[in-house]
């Protein structure tokens, strides 16, 4: 369907170089906001404190992937939060894939519907040194997940919270899917995920409240998808005072070497691929544990080997473009060395979220916000700088997309992990205004 003409005209007016901004917004500059919007930002204003001690309160409950019960409280938390906001919420089961599961959330059924993502799960298990929230000083905070990611799924529910003071929550509609394994995915991945694509079917609008890249004058318009992939070669066993002969022929690590370099000739360079050999087994026996990215190998420097195995990842930043690569590699593997083979498998896992013109209207949108609310311009950040994420499951069923809506700050995946405070606001004023803006323009 055709977006709105409002809509488009924002998109007129996006910038396409960053301009110099502060977090802390200029409250003269909000004079481009309409009265429900001035109301939209003081309620977030006046939130702060709330909204910090909500995080504190999540962040402080364990909740590593594998911590299915610490994964279950958190959600709790927010189940209570949202369930107070008028939504009406369900938890999705996950022992079918191994995992605590997901909180669903629905509110609505008028104007465009939002899908709003995040997860209740972090890196950090109950074993790790590193489990509390410490507020080092009115701007910065430390903690298990601060920012990746329960400081964005607080912004996610004080936006909707400001959104129902200023009295406009009911002119939408908007699912929140926080899942609970986006750390370490449960499996099969696609029974994982597949409460999170049927929401994605359903609505219109998908904004997605990761990190980013750390950068509060960013946001993620296109991920790349993460595919694995295994090379097993083979040769023959033999002494090796026979190696290159014509009965004994080059041995598999030879043969894995050759490809793989044929794979660096060949592909470097092509934009926004990557592709990393990241473990490589060889010798005269190979163990190798998939699912924990681990083994071990057997041989000697005077025995000719018979089995590499080399495990890698390929992110790409389309359909398109995996599809090309696989086919390219595939076709690298041939030509085997004298008295070899080869054999290359791929495991699709996370997808692609392409850079779509929606996806840009969106950022056009939320860039006016973020200006007209005196916080500066909000430019795409690089695709490079964006890891896998489970907006890529839910980005090509939407008219328009957008990530990196939540707190930044750094470290995430360390136990040095710290968020500045001031984007909590920010975040959550740019995200409330967007989305009112949305609604306040739609027109089906």
């Known amino acids: 369907m055709d977006l709105p003409m409002r809509l488009r005209f924002y998109l007129s007016l996006f910038l396409l170089t960053a301009l110099t901004m502060s977090l802390t917004s200029d409250v003269s500059a909000r004079q481009n906001l309409d009265e429900t919007e001035q109301h939209l930002a003081s309620f977030v204003d006046s939130r702060v404190e709330g909204a910090i001690a909500l995080l504190e309160r999540v962040v402080n409950i364990n909740s590593g992937s594998m911590n299915f019960d610490g994964v279950r409280a958190v959600g709790a938390v927010f189940d209570e939060e949202l369930t107070a906001l008028g939504f009406e919420t369900r938890w999705v089961d996950g022992s079918a894939f191994d995992r605590a599961g997901h909180l669903f959330a ?50 996610m529910v004080e936006a909707a919270r400001a959104l129902k ?72 066993r033999a002494h090796s005072s026979s190696v290159f002969s014509e009965q004994t022929g080059y041995g598999s690590i030879f043969e894995a070497a050759r490809i793989l370099t044929r794979f660096q000739e060949e592909l470097v360079g092509e934009e926004l691929l990557t592709f990393n050999p990241g473990l490589i087994l060889g010798g005269t ?25 080399v495990s890698g990842d390929l992110r790409t930043i389309s359909p398109e473009q995996r599809k090309a690569i696989k086919d390219r590699m595939r076709a690298l593997i041939e030509d085997n060395l004298p008295g070899t ?85 920010m975040q959550t004023t740019r995200a409330a205004i967007t989305m009112y803006r949305i609604a306040r323009d739609w027109n089906e």
Not at 376 to 388: E, H, M, N
Not at 395 to 406: E, I, K, T, V, Y
């Open 106 to 155: 629905t509110r609505g059924n008028t104007g465009p519907h939002f899908l709003l993502i995040g997860h209740l799960d972090t890196v950090f298990e109950i074993d790790s040194p590193f489990q509390e929230f410490n507020r080092e000083s009115e701007d910065r905070a430390v903690g298990p997940g601060v920012i990746d990611m329960k400081g964005g799924d607080v912004v």
């Open 285 to 309: 026996s190979v163990e190798f544990d998939e699912e924990n990215d681990r083994g071990n190998a057997f041989g000697k420097t005077n025995v000719v080997s018979e089995k590499t195995i």
């Open 165 to 236: 003071a200023a009295g406009i929550l009911d002119n939408m509609t908007i699912t929140v899917a926080l899942i609970g394994d986006e750390e370490s995915s449960g499996d099969p991945l696609e029974l994982g995920r597949a409460a999170l694509v049927e929401a994605a079917i359903e609505a219109d609008i998908v904004m997605a409240f990761e990190p980013g890249d750390g950068n509060p004058g960013t946001a993620v318009l296109a991920r790349r998808g993460f595919t694995g992939w295994e090379l097993h070669t083979t040769g023959k």
């Open 341 to 425: 083979s080869a054999k290359l498998t791929f495991r699709d896992s996370y997808p692609p979220m392409g850079q779509t013109i929606g996806n840009e209207e969106l950022l056009a949108i939320f860039n006016q916000a973020s200006m007209d609310a005196g916080y500066g311009s909000v430019v795409a950040g690089d695709p490079r700088q964006a890891g896998a994420a489970d907006v890529s499951f839910a980005a090509s069923h939407a008219r328009m997309a957008l990530d990196g809506l939540g707190m930044t700050g750094g470290g995430t995946h360390t136990t040095h992990e710290w968020a500045d405070l001031e984007t909590l606001p």
